[in-house]
């Protein structure tokens, strides 16, 4: 039976990527920094902090078939693997779309401080330009990481992940929209007519593109996203409706004004991820759209915001609370009329 580790599979990744190998008949073994995570529903859990001295060594012993690194975060992590290669087969990490960069080196990333949103082509595809590699920006780690595994001794593939949704979660956008139910507020005001597109990414889909590259590995990076994305506005009435709720619309027909009429798809352009690459070279088929998975999202989301505070449970969500400005809006709507 062929060996599987996924390292960083306690979270939103790691846990449906283990299932679906398990499912294809790998013997899974999953770790991560906690001690003892619930809901891992039967998986072989082992507790490694890979960056306590010659843990992840002990931990990968003879080695495995298929390593699955949720958590390479830096380049020196990206080192760790290499270092390891020999003892696997292959190598399947998760970098971002956020490396790619438009021809006046634009990026995701860089927007956030220039407030130049890149003007990418739609869709995009794995010959787009990336950013340069650095150990300083998130995009520029990611870039790094991916060369580094390309030259190590294991086959290596990189899927580059869209905006991520599902359970435990701790970066949740729908949050957005569900904690807006949650406060009964009867307005959700969205720039730019609600149009923007910002491509996501579903459980179900990446746990498929692990699995074509697992067993067909190394063919470097892939897009991961999942088709027919939609609409800012569209996902609004997605979470509302599955919540049984259904805002008044208020479009605005250009920028956010301020925290008024922003979201986490709010962007001037569409960013959209093209994935016929994996579909062509490692017969990957999305599983599912973002309208079919994002409900199980916003149960869990729900159910574990219950009795806590969102800085409890969304510890990787801070920019979000700036979009929760409801005197800002109401002060807006107001003016309207």
Request: aromatic residues 8%; contains cysteine; glycine residues 10%.
């Amino acid at each position: 039976m062929a060996t599987a580790l996924v390292l960083g599979g306690s979270g939103q990744m790691g846990r449906p990527i283990a299932r679906r190998l398990v499912a294809d008949g790998y013997d899974v073994t999953v770790a991560a920094r906690t001690a003892n995570p619930p809901d891992m529903d039967g998986l072989t859990y082992v507790s490694c902090d890979r960056d306590a001295p010659g843990a992840l060594d002990a931990l990968v012993g003879d080695g495995f078939d298929v390593l699955v690194d949720i958590v390479t975060m830096t380049p020196a992590h990206a080192h760790q693997i290499v270092g390891l290669g020999d003892r696997f087969g292959s190598v399947i990490t998760t970098s971002t779309g956020a490396v790619y960069r438009d021809e006046a080196g634009n990026s995701l990333i860089s927007a956030r401080s220039t407030g130049i949103f890149p003007d990418f082509p739609c869709p995009i595809t794995e010959a787009q330009p990336v950013v340069e590699p650095d150990d300083e920006t998130y995009s520029g780690r990611k870039v790094a990481i991916e060369q580094i595994l390309a030259a190590g001794p294991a086959p290596s593939t990189y899927l580059r992940v869209a905006a991520y949704h599902g359970a435990h979660t701790r970066h949740a956008r729908e949050w957005y929209f569900a904690q807006r139910v949650r406060d009964g507020r009867k307005v959700v005001i969205l720039a730019h007519g609600g149009d923007t597109i910002f491509n996501t990414t579903s459980p179900e889909n990446l746990a498929e593109m692990v699995a074509c590259a697992a067993n067909n590995p190394g063919h470097g990076a892939f897009n991961c996203a999942d088709p027919d994305p939609p609409t800012a506005r569209e996902i609004s009435r997605i979470v509302a409706g599955h919540l049984g709720y259904a805002f008044t619309e208020v479009l605005l027909p250009g920028e956010s004004d301020g925290p008024v009429g922003s979201s986490p798809w709010a962007v001037p352009r569409p960013f959209v991820l093209d994935t016929t690459k994996a579909q062509r070279e490692i017969g990957y088929r999305p599983q599912t759209t973002y309208a079919e998975s994002v409900p199980a999202t916003v149960d869990w989301l729900v159910a574990a915001l219950e009795g806590k505070t969102w800085r409890e449970v969304l510890t990787g969500s801070p920019y979000l609370e700036t979009m929760f400005d409801y005197a800002a809006e109401d002060a807006f709507l107001v003016g309207l009329t």
